[in-house]
């Protein structure tokens, strides 16, 4: 049986069942010497059509198509005596006008024709549709390469039983790094986590597994990162479970979000909060003693005066009603002014402050210790201080500031005892910074301890608070407001100040200043 046969077939029959379109062409005249019935049906040309153009299907090509084909002959030529074939796509017009784009699977075969050496041999798929659908499923994909780049998001497939994840360009800029590092590498659940800070780990571990466990539909939480570049960030991450035939979990489908501008705004909205009900919580304290500790001396002096003039008013000459006259207007005056204090108090909450300029600490601290000479050489205090930084501040804010820590280290000291008192400076680590909500990502630690009386550990909040005294007037003089303007002062730094102290072992104050407010 011949070789171009099949089960008694011949093989130009057979090739008129294949589903693709098939035709030979002589080389290099690109003379159609053959063509199938798919010819006809992908493109509409009848034998008639190719007649009319020389038998060539130059016609239903478009210039640039054309100019691939003579760069294509150089490649033909190539593989003559090879048998191998090649690929490439080919957009013919058919004969209704519209386009058809075409596979190719070309090969050169021996020619049988004494006008031609060779012949190649063409077989074409009609990949229209599925080029389409490929340009659209590529237009989908950079529509949502470009959503997740305004939003700030990228979407990811965790393969539950293989632990491979399978990450968006998104998600790659999320965490600070490029997608084209990564084309031949194998993510792994491992490597999302290894961005996630300490304190949050096990946190983001146990919501991911157990919703896996749970076989939850849909869950979603709220953790920070560390990415590539050393940028800390807030990711807002929802996922869903997709299960198998048997129920089990194969695969999460997700995304991570990066909500760092809106957490800042909340967490910016959080402080000023807390700092307009610490303002009220001030202005109630302050409008109590107003109301009560100030006026009630200053209506004791008007009902005395009004009582004076009751009984008195026979007795008292001139300049004796004059007096008592004066001392009521004043007193009615004095009244006028505390309401208007108070009211002016409530329509001044938001004060804009000046703008920050550049502060030596080391200067600020050694000017406030000699505003304390007095004290410092009255208890023979000792006093060491580290280098201390240059930082963005008010120069007078942060003056009183190490102007009050170091006046109540040097003042409640017992007067038996030598004050010691020592500022070390170093810069705060993350955790640290994370761990308190500071809005920077730079900050300075400094402490200053001392060897004085301390205080309680139930105290260490309350000392912060206006009028609020830990030892009584009798043994310490002061107003209860020195701590409370320092906390004010380092709020106003967007800072923190605490305090840790045993009794008659000292305290620890430590501030957290940023490198630049």
Sequence with gaps: MPLYQRDNIPLEKFIQLIPDLVYIQEFPSKKITFMNRKFTDILGYQKEDLIQNDFSLDFALSESELMKWELRLGEYNKIINTGERIEYNIEVKHKNGSKVILRHRSMVLRSQSPEAQFEILHIAEDITQLQKHNELILQQRNQLNEAEKIFKYGSWEWYVGADTVSWSDGLYEVFGYDAKDFEDKEMTFGFYQKHIPVHELEYTKSISMQSVQDKKTYYGFEHSIID???????????????????????????????ITQIKNYELALEKKIEELFRSNQDLEQFAYIASHDLQEPLRKITAFA????????????????????????????????????????????????????????????????????????????????????????????????????????????????????????????????????????????????????????????????????????????????????????????????????????????????????
């Design 228 to 258: 590539a570049k050393g940028v800390f960030k807030y990711l807002a991450v929802k996922g869903k479970c997709y299960l198998d035939a048997e129920g089990n979990v194969t695969k999460v489908l997700g995304t991570s979000a990066d």
């Design 306 to 517: 009004n009582k004076l003039i009751e009984r008195c008013a026979d007795d008292l000459n001139e300049d004796g009603r004059f007096f008592v006259d004066r001392i009521l207007y004043s007193s009615d005056r004095m009244k006028s002014l505390i309401d208007n204090l108070l009211a002016y108090s409530r329509i001044s909450r938001n004060n804009i402050p000046l703008p920050f300029s550049e502060v030596n600490l080391n200067q600020i601290v050694q000017n406030a210790i000699g505003d304390l000479e007095i004290a410092v050489a009255k208890k023979n205090a000792q006093i060491t201080v580290d280098d201390l930084p240059i930082i963005q501040a008010f120069p007078s804010q942060m003056h009183q500031l190490f102007l009050n820590l170091i006046s109540n280290a040097i003042k409640f000291v017992d007067e038996s005892t030598q004050p010691i008192v020592s500022i070390k400076v170093k810069e705060a680590s993350l955790e640290e910074i994370l761990k308190l909500k500071l809005t920077d990502t730079q900050y300075w630690k400094i402490t200053i301890s001392d060897n004085g009386i301390g205080f309680e550990e139930e105290y260490k909040e309350k000392i912060f608070t206006m009028f609020h005294r830990v030892h009584g007037n009798a043994e310490f003089e002061g107003t209860g407001l020195g701590l409370a303007i320092c906390a004010k002062i380092v709020e106003n730094h967007r800072g923190h100040l605490s305090a840790q102290s045993t009794l008659q072992q000292g305290s620890i104050f430590t501030l957290y200043l940023p490198f630049k407010p």
